[in-house]
C-alpha cells in the first residue's frame, strides 16, 4: 500500500513532464486496448463486479510479489492445488459462466474418485500386474492375457482385509497427483509414462457399455455444475463391451455419447449439448491412418450433427509429424474440420513444432495447445489472419513437463496479442483438478497481466463459443443463453459472499 | 537417421502436391529468413565449418529429443556444467571470434578460484561470522564491526590444520553453484539472496587497490583468451582502500579500470579495449540517485573515452522502479548514454516490467535482460524502430530463478524475429561458468531453433560490436579487427580436430 501511494506519486511528479506521461500513458493504454478483452466495454454492474474480483487479485499478487518465495504459480501444480479452494478469485470464477470447454479428452475428465467409485461396480475382474492392475467387466473369468491372476474386484478387495489402504492404493493408479512432483517427474519423459499408463489402466473401466453412457452424462453434469453450457469432447473412441464379451464398432461408442447427451440436455434444457471429435493415436501408419479417416466418414454420415471433426493425439513428440499424412489429410479436408494437436512441445525447429505449419495449411480450425507459436511469428500471423482458434491448456503444460513456472507460459503473449485464445483443460480429472476452473484461474492470476480483469474473463468465454463448431444460427442461440447466464451471474454478484 | 530418412520422403510425397510443397518451403523459407542472421550469406569455406558444427548441433539435439530425460538444458545449469567442456560444439564456440560482452558485472567474473587465491595474499584479515566471512586488507588488524574475531587469513589458514577443507569451506563463498541447486534455490527468493552475499562477502576483498587493478587486467585476459575483444563492463565502483586505511573516492576506482585495460592494450594490442558503465544500486532514495548522477558526471569529465554511460542495479523486483527517478533521469538523458536493467522478472503487469516502458522512454540504448519484454508487444515494436539492443544473459536468468528449462528463455522469440539481441553472460564467475562461452553454447543448441546455424552464431557477435558505444571510427576497427580474427577462425577451422 505505501510502496503504491509512492509509486503514485512518482507518478504525479514526472507528470510534470506532460509529454513523457502522456507517452507513458498511451503505451500503457495501447497494450491494454490490443490485448485479449481490451476492447470490451463493461457496464456499471461489471464494473463493480470487477472491481471486487480485481481487488481479490490484487490481494494475492500484491503478497506473492513480496514474497516470491510463497507464489504459488511458479511451483509445481500438485504443490499448490489444495490451496486453490481458498482463494476468493477462484470461487468466484467457478460461479462465473464460462461458456463452452473445447479441448477436452474423454478418459481424463472426472477424475480418481469417481474411477474408484466405477470399481465398485458388480461383474467387474481385476488382474494386479507389477505396473499396475488390468480390469474387464465381465460374466465370467476374463481369458485375457495377464501375468497376474484375474479375480473378481469384490473378492479382491474383501480379501485385502483393509479396504482403506487397498482403496487408496488402488486409487494412485487414477491419478498423476504425487507429494512430490518434481522427484516423480523430472522431465517430460516420466509425466508422459505415467500418462499413458492412467490411459491404458482406465480404458476398460470406462469402456464397458453401460459405465461409458453414465460417464459422459456424468461429465456434462460436472461441466454443467462450473457454468459451462457446451462441450467439443475428444476420443479415441474405444470399443465398448458387454458382460458377455460382445464387442461393438466405433460407431456405436460414437453413439453412445450422442444418446448421454441427448439425454443430459432433456434432463437439463438450458444446457446447449456437445459434439464429438474423433481423435485417433497419431503414432500409427498410413494405412491406419486411412482407417481412421473411413472410421470419421462413418461416423459423420451417422450422427453428422454430432460430429465435429477429426484430430491426432498422443506424445507429439515421440508420434508422426503431420507432414508425413499431409496427402492424405489433404485429400480429405474438404470433408472434415481438423483440430490438429500441434506444436505441445518445448522443441525449436523439430518436426514437432513443425506441426504448425502443418495444422494451419490442412486448414486447421482450431489448433490443440500451440504451445510453441511465439517462437514462429510468420505462423503467429497466418493464425491472426486465417482466425484460428488456439485451445491452451495450461496446468496440462505444466502438468506434462513443458513448463514450471506458469508465467513463462507462452498464454500470456496470445492475450498480450489478442490472439484466438480459447481456454481449456485437457484431462482435468487426470491431475485432479476442477473441469475448468483451475484453468481460467491459473490463467488469470498466474500468467495473465496483473491488470487483466473481468474483460479478459470476459472475452475468453466468448471465444469458447465463438470458436466453436456450432454453426450459425447454433452459436447465436449458445450467445444469447450465455449473455443471459452472464447477466444473472453479474446482477447476483455479492462481493462480500466470497 | 531412419526418422529422418522417413521423414525426407514423406516430404517428398507431399511435393506430389506442389502447392501444399510450396507454401509449406516458403513458411520455413521466411521464418529463417527475418530470423537473426537470416540474411547472411555464408562463404564456401564458412559454408564447410556451418557443416562440421551442425552436424555436431544435430547430433546432440537428436539424441536429447529421442531421450528428453538426459536433455541437460531442461535441467538447472549447475547440473550439466560439468559436462559441457566435452561438447564438441562448445569447443567450437569457444574458439570462435565472438566479439564484444556488453553486460557483465565486474565483480562476478573471474569465479571462486581466482578468489581463493587472493586470500593466500599478505596482510589479509578475515573475521569469520555465523553468515560468512568478512575479509580486509591492512596493516593492522582491522576495527571494522565483526560479531567474530579478526585474524590474519595466513594465521586462520595455518591453525585449520587442514588446509584443503579450509579452503573448500571459504571457496563456497565465492560460488552459487552447489550439487542440489533445485533443493537450495527453490524460489528468486533464495537465489537473489546468496547472490547478493556473494558480492557482500567478495567487495572488500577485490577493493584493495592493487587487487583491484590486477584483478581487471586478469578480466581482460580471459576473455580474450575466449576470443572477445571488447568489453563494457558495469561496475558500482567500490571504493578502493590501501593497507593503511587510506580511502579513495569512486574516480579513483574509474581511473584504476582505464590503468589496467591501458596497461592490458599495450601488452596485447589486437584487443580493442573497454570501456566503464557506472551502475550502482536501484534500492535507493532520490537524493542518493542525484549523488549517483553527480559522481557519474565527474567520471564523464574526467575520462570522457573511457566512460560508457549509466544504468542501476540490484533485484529489480525489489528495488525502485525507474518511474519514481524518471524526472531526475530524464533531466540528465542528454548527458549519458542509458543502459538500464529492465522486466528482468516473470512479474507481467507490476513495476517490473514496466521499467521495460520507462527504460524505452528515457531512450535506453541498450536495456540490460528485458526478459518480460514478449509480453509487451507495442514495446516490441518500440525496441526494433528505435534499434535498442537487448543485453541477454540466458544462464544469469536459469541460475537466478526466472526459468528452468531454457527453452522457455524469451531468446528463442528475439532469435525468431531478429530483434537487436547481444548474447552476454552477466555474472559468469559466481556461476563458474566460462566469460562468455557456456552462455552462447546455451543459447545456440539449447535455445535458439535447431537450424539455426553459423549465421547466428556471427550475426550475435557482429551484434555485440554493432549496439557497443564504439564511435563510428572505433566500430569500423573493431569490425575489421573482427572480420580478420573470423577469417582466420574459418580459414584454419579443422572439423575433425574437435
Redesign the interface.
Known sequence: MIRAL??FF??V??L??NQ?AE??QK??E??RR?SLGGNIKLTDKEEAVNKCIMKYKHSE?DFA?D???F?NF??HYFLYKEFIPNSKVFKIIKNMPKGAVLHVHDMGILGPDYLLNVTYMDNLYVCFQTNGPQFRFAYKTPSIACSGQWQLMSEARRRSRNIRDFDARLRKYFTLVVGDP?TVY?????SWTVFMDYFVTVAPLLSYRPVWEQYFYDTLLKLKNENIMYVEVRSVLPILYELDGTEYDQTVTAKAYKKATTKFVNDYPEFVGAKLIYAPPRKVDKATLTNYLDTARKIKEDIPEFFAGFDLVGQE?LGK?L??F??QL?AAASEFNYFFHAGET??????TDDNL??AI?LGAKRIGHAYAL??????MR?VVNKDIGLEVNVISNAVLS????V??HPL??FL??DLPVVLSSDDPGVWEADAISDDFYVAFVG??????DLRMLKALAINSLKYSVLDSKGKTNALNRFNLHWNQFINNFNCSSY
Do not use: M
Open positions: 509512492f509509486l512518482s507518478i511528479t514526472v510534470c513532464d513523457y507517452k507513458r503505451i500503457i495501447d497494450e490490443i499478487l510479489f514474497n516470491p518465495q507464489f511458479s511451483h518434481d523430472p522431465s517430460i519423459t516420466e513428440d509429424p507432414i508425413e499431409a496427402p489433404l518445448d522443441w525449436y525447429g523439430c518436426h505449419i502443418d495449411l511465439p517462437k514462429h511469428p510468420v505462423l497466418e513443458l513448463v514450471r513456472d508465467r513463462n500470456n503473449i498480450a496479442n500468467i495473465a497481466s496483473k491488470t487483466a
